[in-house]
């Protein structure tokens, strides 16, 4: 796969001149600390608001070998909004980052070794919102209906099709 030119990095955190490498989100435990990235725009914003797989689920289908959206599925609307406080998705330049297309989230997920500068960041003031104008599709479900979705063999596919995803 061709490196590309611009990788997206989305944190709460609007403050960031320079991401440093950290082992907080491993994947590998003997990958090191790492700066992730991502090509995917949308993808990148579903990670303005924290969050974890006990109440937030980020994924997406395939029919046809075409990727559709991402979907967000989230447990407890009240947290999601309480801990949605904007952010930024900054650009981040390419050089320097790399993939390995059996790990992680594959040709949709970047790593870097090294200390990187933003290019450009955009201020965010609702996760909510730049995840839905990047073509996020969000659900707020209920317990049972998050539990079934994790234990459908579908990934939840058939379940969350006949939903409707939140709008602006």
């Given at each position: 796969?061709?490196?590309?030119?611009t990788?997206?990095?989305?944190?709460?955190?609007?403050?960031?001149?320079?991401?440093?490498?950290?082992?907080?989100?491993?994947?590998?435990?003997?990958?090191?600390?790492?700066v992730?990235?991502?090509?995917?725009?949308?993808?990148?914003?579903?990670?303005?608001?924290?969050?974890?797989?006990?109440?937030?689920?980020?994924?997406?289908?395939?029919?046809?070998?075409?990727?559709?959206?991402?979907?967000?599925i989230?447990?407890?609307?009240?947290?999601?909004?309480?801990?949605?406080?904007?952010?930024?998705?900054?650009?981040?330049?390419?050089?320097?980052?790399?993939?390995?297309?059996?790990?992680?989230?594959?040709?949709?997920?970047?790593?870097?070794?090294?200390?990187?500068?933003?290019?450009?960041k955009?201020?965010?003031?609702?996760?909510?919102?730049?995840?839905?104008?990047?073509?996020?599709?969000?659900?707020?479900?209920?317990?049972?209906?998050?539990?079934?979705?994790?234990?459908?063999?579908?990934?939840?596919?058939?379940?969350?099709?006949?939903?409707?995803?939140?709008?602006?």
């Open positions: 796969m061709n490196r590309p030119k990788l997206y990095h989305a944190s709460p955190n609007s403050e960031i001149d320079i991401f440093e490498p950290r082992n907080e989100s491993i994947r590998n435990v003997g990958e090191g600390p790492v992730f990235a991502t090509p995917d725009k949308a993808l990148a914003s579903t990670f303005l608001v924290p969050s974890d797989e006990s109440w937030v689920l980020v994924g997406r289908w395939s029919e046809s070998g075409e990727a559709g959206p991402w979907h967000v989230v447990k407890s609307r009240y947290k999601f909004m309480r801990l949605d406080s904007g952010g930024a998705i900054y650009h981040l330049p390419g050089d320097g980052f790399i993939y390995r297309p059996d790990e992680g989230l594959g040709e949709n997920e970047w790593i870097s070794t090294e200390k990187v500068r933003p290019l450009k955009e201020i965010v003031e609702f996760g909510l919102k730049a995840m839905i104008e990047n073509g996020v599709e969000v659900y707020f479900v209920g317990r049972r209906v998050y539990r079934e979705i994790k234990k459908s063999e579908d990934d939840g596919m058939e379940i969350v099709s006949k939903l409707k995803p939140e709008s602006l």
